[in-house]
């Protein structure tokens, strides 16, 4: 058997023996699926339509406006008396909006004075509010073509244009954002799902004393590295299969209709991100290798190992609410190529072959660079003394 697979093997089970680290590895590709999970059931149920069921609308003084109340009766509202302080009720939660109707309407003619106590902060106020600002202006719509229509003018002429919106897209905006938020999600999988036995073994091999024995051993120390540049690899696909695993069964759980989702991401879908991620996870394990052997503790280490996985997670979240058009230039950033297609993978999008192919070349030449640098710093005698 070769220095490397005796390396590899014996990185292997020793992380596989420690099944706290395992068990804290296989959370985090857990928490995506599971959070994402939540928040699209959690929207999905705000914005389901109870059939009817109108708006419930806590009014003051809807006596002042007959036609105005008999237009929202009309449309399913039920109107309620608002509780006396009105300001507070809206502040503390207690209703998501108060409607406050003049006490007396000078003319027919002359326009309502309508006002909304509002609390913008509360996201369950967002729903009844729309509703509400929805009956507004189709009350506003019709009386103005009702006056119009009164004085002998068309009511057309106040419309000058007619717009129609036409979703040619295969997901509604709202699916889209959350299926972009997947990204995130994966990037942090790719750069702390081998992170534990990285630190261990050389941070938390050289603290324990085990790491100067192995290294005396006539092996090279490139061999050393290679094996277990191996096994970090493998547990890190090992946490992206789970990841994978889990939000296929996050897509065949959640309510799609009322997210208006078309198409969500299937088995053989998700299965295009392995090419794509594949080296995104080589470019994660050599960074972690090089901090791992340029830090002097394991406490110093952690520090810098909990920063790495941030810098490309914040960019993935800036593409998920800004997304942009993938050219040869973008695609070999690493990290960055690889959240824009993604992005488009799990949106279901026609996919580049040769920009996946751009993005990887480019990734695993940098890959290859760190993983120089890290042979590099193991040659050092200050590998083994640090301090």
Request: charged share 10%; aromatic share 8%.
């Given at each position: 058997m070769s220095t490397v697979a005796i390396v590899f093997m014996k990185e292997m089970l020793d992380n596989l023996r420690d099944r706290r680290s395992i068990a804290m590895a296989m959370i985090y590709p857990l928490i995506g699926p599971i959070l994402l999970g939540l928040m699209i059931t959690f929207v999905a149920g705000s914005l389901k339509v109870v059939p009817g069921r109108g708006v419930e609308i806590l009014a003051v003084g809807a006596d002042n406006a007959p036609d105005f109340e008999r237009y929202l009766r009309a449309h399913g509202a039920?109107?309620?008396?608002?509780?006396?302080?009105?300001?507070?009720?809206?502040?503390?939660?207690?209703?998501?909006?108060v409607l406050i109707l003049p006490k007396k309407q000078a003319s027919p003619v002359d326009p309502i004075e309508v006002r909304l106590l509002i609390d913008a902060s509360r996201l369950t106020s967002v729903v009844p509010i729309a509703q509400m600002m929805d009956l507004l202006h189709g009350y506003e719509r019709e009386e103005t073509a009702a006056r119009l229509k009164a004085l002998g003018v068309a009511p057309d002429v106040m419309v000058p244009l007619h717009i129609q919106q036409e979703n040619v897209g295969r997901t509604m905006s709202l699916g889209a954002t959350f299926l972009n938020m997947m990204p995130p999600f994966i990037i942090f999988t790719l750069f702390l799902g081998g992170i534990y036995l990285t630190l261990d073994t050389t941070s938390g091999e050289r603290e324990r004393g085990s790491f100067e024995p192995l290294m005396i051993n006539p092996v090279s120390r490139s061999e050393v590295l290679t094996g277990k540049f191996c096994a970090a690899i493998v547990f890190t696909l090992w946490a992206f299969t789970v990841q994978m695993f889990s939000f296929w069964i996050m897509t065949r759980l959640v309510p799609r209709e009322s997210l208006g989702l078309i198409t969500l991401p299937g088995a053989a879908r998700l299965a295009l991100l392995l090419p794509v991620c594949l080296p995104l996870a080589?470019?994660?394990?050599?960074?972690?290798?090089?901090?791992?052997?340029?830090?002097?503790?394991?406490?110093?280490?952690?520090?810098?190992?909990?920063?790495?996985?941030?810098?490309?997670?914040?960019?993935?979240?800036?593409?998920?609410?800004?997304?942009?058009?993938?050219?040869?230039?973008?695609?070999?950033?690493?990290?960055?190529?690889?959240?824009?297609?993604?992005?488009?993978?799990?949106?279901?999008?026609?996919?580049?072959?040769?920009?996946?192919?751009?993005?990887?070349?480019?990734?695993?030449?940098?890959?290859?660079?760190?993983?120089?640098?890290?042979?590099?710093?193991?040659?050092?005698?200050?590998?083994?003394?640090?301090?």
């Open positions: 039920t109107l309620k008396p608002a509780p006396d302080d009105t300001a507070d009720a809206v502040r503390n939660g207690a209703v998501p909006f080589f470019f994660a394990v050599a960074a972690q290798l090089v901090i791992a052997s340029m830090t002097r503790s394991l406490k110093e280490a952690q520090t810098y190992m909990g920063l790495l996985p941030l810098v490309p997670a914040i960019a993935a979240m800036l593409l998920s609410f800004a997304p942009v058009e993938l050219h040869s230039v973008l695609a070999a950033i690493p990290t960055f190529g690889q959240t824009v297609l993604m992005g488009q993978v799990v949106r279901g999008e026609a996919m580049s072959w040769s920009m996946i192919s751009i993005a990887a070349f480019a990734t695993l030449a940098v890959s290859m660079l760190l993983l120089a640098l890290a042979f590099r710093l193991y040659e050092r005698e200050q590998i083994l003394f640090p301090h």
